[in-house]
């Protein structure tokens, strides 16, 4: 099979041997898989693959076709279109995933919205939810909201009936966030502290934030850490922090264990895929890109100012 | 009534009029009120008492006998022996308190343990429980463990079946600190490092220590920042944090809501009450001061390297 490969720093598309789905595991014929900072972070040699994913094939995230089913693989049959979050491998024509980490393609998604699908929206999801147990009625700040994970936490915030407030740096995203949802709020990052107070704040630039994040937290606010893109280094002041009774979570999926990722394939099915199924979320992709161009898609990637996704497909 | 009076920065004792308990309230010939930072911080004029308690009458807690029930309080009868943590004047010789903030004092706990139990005992549980959910079989690491937070939540910690490990500054109290329970692992605060990784970290101590506690928590750790004596502007490391997919909470109780404080109350009843009745909990009091000397205590209060309470007692 063809695949993405992290060469010298860079990407190319290589030959490798075809995957084989073992106890469990189910092998997929890739027809979409997103890009993600993460996998930027790894060619450039800060973020290695967690064990027992290819060490030298991108991709955090794929759909494509059941193509074989390993022994005691029982919940896809081959030709059942599947999504999944993987530990990497996924920017490649095939790639093996246990059946437990995978979740159903509703039939209303297109192939390159769903390999742009699970990544961003497990995060997110997991961020707001079922760490920051964002509530009806909350107000949330998504920080970053151009993005994949931003658009999808915007969406989410407003389905659930939060009230929800995006900052965007680039001015030319603006309109594309607004259009999202029912009722957005869209703001420079440097009016953030004015807009609040915020029960959930969904960080994903990183540390520049942290002040105005406290200091704008509502009492028994909880802050979501996802994203460092600005810094990592923090100053947090702990006194605004007790007085809020508020927290700090930080979070990344990748290295998350089988049973933990399986989770939360389990809370999408039951949260998540049912709106995208009623319409009612989307994944916004700015660019699907041929995977014989990877590196073209990683220019298009790195080079931000972006709304949504980019996508590999395959022919 | 005579009352610990704050005057000009220090504290003295002043005639007050008797308070007297309205709806829901009960009040309280107070036999025992410990004292705790916060009255330090509000003589000092840092830490203003919140709105509808007295503003110059300090203390955060106060155990004694019903003294007369305000119309429709129906929890207690006079001549019973209660105890609370209030939102100011607890350094007196009568408090009234709202009935759902006040608990019964188990009949095995003498009035100066009472008198210093509420507010370490409930922050302790609502930290390492209700905010951290700490677990048997979890490691606890409680930094400034000589305090009266500290000796409350190691031996908290210890009934709960967690492993405890205990960092005290001062070398004489460490023994005094082993000897809280059965299997406490007492440690140089330098050496906190070397002896993760924690599940949960109880920080009484503040900023100084958040490096060290984010580079030894464990995988879904949690710290739980309650003091800052030492510092509050940390600096966090935003990637060790998603790294170990972990959370940092602030907390006081002394701004909380009646509601907050009366759950707060329920949980002490519920899983904190019952250990002392069964004789497995004690308040060590390292000085009982009349009320009389209320300023001695408070001198005594401020010197530091204190094992346990200072608790004012009457009459």
Redesign the interface.
């Known amino acids: 099979m063809r695949a993405a490969t992290i060469v010298d720093r860079r990407v190319e598309v290589r030959e490798h041997p075809d995957p084989q789905p073992s106890h469990g595991q189910i092998r997929v014929r890739v027809r979409a898989a997103g890009l993600n900072a993460a996998d930027l972070m790894q060619v450039e040699g800060h973020y290695p693959a967690p064990p027992g994913w290819p060490p030298d094939i991108p991709g955090m995230e794929l759909a494509g076709e059941v193509d074989a089913v390993g022994p005691a693989a029982t919940r896809f049959a081959v030709g059942d279109r599947i999504m999944a979050v993987v530990g990497g491998g996924g920017q490649a024509e095939l790639a093996v995933v246990h059946e437990r980490e995978a979740m159903p393609v509703p039939d209303q998604v297109p192939w390159e919205e769903a390999g742009g699908l699970p990544e961003v929206f497990t995060t997110a999801h997991d961020a707001l939810f079922t760490?920051a147990a964002l509530s009806p009625g909350e107000h949330l700040l998504v920080n970053g909201a151009a993005g994949g994970v931003g658009t999808a936490a915007v969406q989410l915030g407003v389905t659930a009936g939060a009230r929800v407030t995006a900052s965007v740096r680039s001015v030319e995203r603006r309109l594309e966030v607004a259009a999202l949802g029912g009722d957005i709020q869209v703001i420079d990052p440097g009016d953030a502290g004015a807009h609040g107070p915020y029960n959930v704040v969904l960080e994903l630039v990183?540390?520049p934030n942290?002040p105005t994040d406290l200091a704008a937290l509502a009492t028994g606010g909880r802050i979501s850490?996802?994203g460092?893109g600005g810094g990592?280094?923090?100053?947090?002041?702990?006194?605004?922090?007790?007085?809020?009774?508020?927290?700090?979570?930080?979070?990344?999926l990748r290295?998350?264990p089988l049973e933990a990722k399986a989770a939360a394939a389990r809370a999408m099915e039951a949260h998540v895929l049912p709106l995208f199924a009623a319409g009612r979320l989307r994944v916004p992709v700015c660019a699907a890109v041929p995977l014989d161009d990877a590196a073209a898609a990683y220019e298009r990637f790195a080079a931000g100012s972006k709304f949504g996704k980019v996508v590999l497909v395959a022919g």
Chains 1, 2 share one sequence.
Do not use: D, F, K, Y
Request: net charge positive.
């Open positions: 760490q990183g540390a942290l850490v996802i460092t990592s280094r923090a100053e947090v002041n702990l006194g605004l922090l007790m007085r809020a009774r508020g927290r700090i979570h930080g979070s990344t290295a998350r």
